[in-house]
Antibody, heavy 121, light 106 residues
Framework: EVQLVQSGAEVEKPGESLKISCKGSGYSFASSWIGWVRQMPGKGLEFMGSIYPGDSDIRYSPSFQGQVTISADKSINTAYLQWRSLKASDTAMYYC??????????????WGQGTMVTVSS | DIQMTQSPSTLSASVGDRVTITCRASQSISSWLAWYQQKPGKAPKLLIYKASSLESGVPSRFSGSGSGTEFTLTISSLQSDDFATYYCQQYNSYSHFGPGTKVDIK
């Protein structure tokens, strides 16, 4: 079965760092872009950026450039989303999802279950 | 940035109804548009890509059309499983989602 499994919910304080993960299985993880999507409480979907695990080519949406870091370790079929200093406004559900093979911005056909990040003092 | 709008923002319908949702882009995106369905507490599900191509496993009552700046998602006969929020996504330049259309029970 093709699937993406994300790490569990996190509760952090403002200013702390955090790294969440997304592990793929059932397909060639290195050969498809992995996108990250933010959904703030009660709001819509926002495309944050994508990584191609095969060579760690990373593309950020302009709104998220410099705000987060996307990375991957193809040896363990895992992608990551990282913050250096969390803000309350980072409180959201974060989804990873599989994109296409040739472009970082293709439709996302397989989604993880989401990781809820809550930032509160 | 390409801006995406959807109309209506909320749609009340009954089982069996034909439902149409419109998505507009602020500039031409050719046919680089996808549609997703999201139910509460769940991840989105891809329905349509390249404006009119049905994703594998998606029921044929879903269809998409349009090109350039105006697109539609049609559900030919609404089923109880279809009450959800629907998002369009452009992927011509970066990627941006529309604000969503909630389909609820009349």
């Amino acid at each position: 079965e093709v699937q993406l499994v994300q790490s569990g919910a996190e509760v952090e304080k403002p200013g702390e760092s955090l790294k969440i993960s997304c592990k793929g299985s059932g397909y060639s993880f290195a050969s498809s872009w992995i996108g990250w999507v933010r959904q703030m409480p009660g709001k819509g979907l926002e495309f944050m950026g994508s990584i191609y695990p095969g060579d760690s080519d990373i593309r950020y949406s302009p709104s998220f450039q410099g705000q987060v870091t996307i990375s991957a370790d193809k040896s363990i079929n895992t992608a990551y989303l990282q913050w250096r200093s969390l803000k309350a406004s980072d409180t959201a559900m974060y989804y990873c999802a599989r994109g296409g093979s040739y472009s970082p911005w293709r439709p996302l056909d397989i989604w993880g279950q989401g990781t809820m990040v809550t930032v509160s003092s | 940035d390409i801006q995406m709008t959807q109309s209506p923002s909320t749609l009340s319908a009954s089982v069996g109804d034909r439902v149409t949702i419109t998505c507009r882009a602020s500039q031409s995106i050719s046919s680089w548009l996808a549609w997703y369905q999201q139910k509460p507490g769940k991840a989105p599900k891809l329905l349509i890509y390249k404006a009119s191509s049905l994703e594998s496993g998606v029921p044929s009552r879903f269809s998409g059309s349009g090109s350039g700046t105006e697109f539609t998602l049609t559900i030919s006969s609404l089923q109880s499983d279809d009450f959800a929020t629907y998002y369009c996504q452009q992927y011509n330049s970066y990627s941006h989602f529309g604000p969503g259309t909630k389909v609820d029970i009349k």
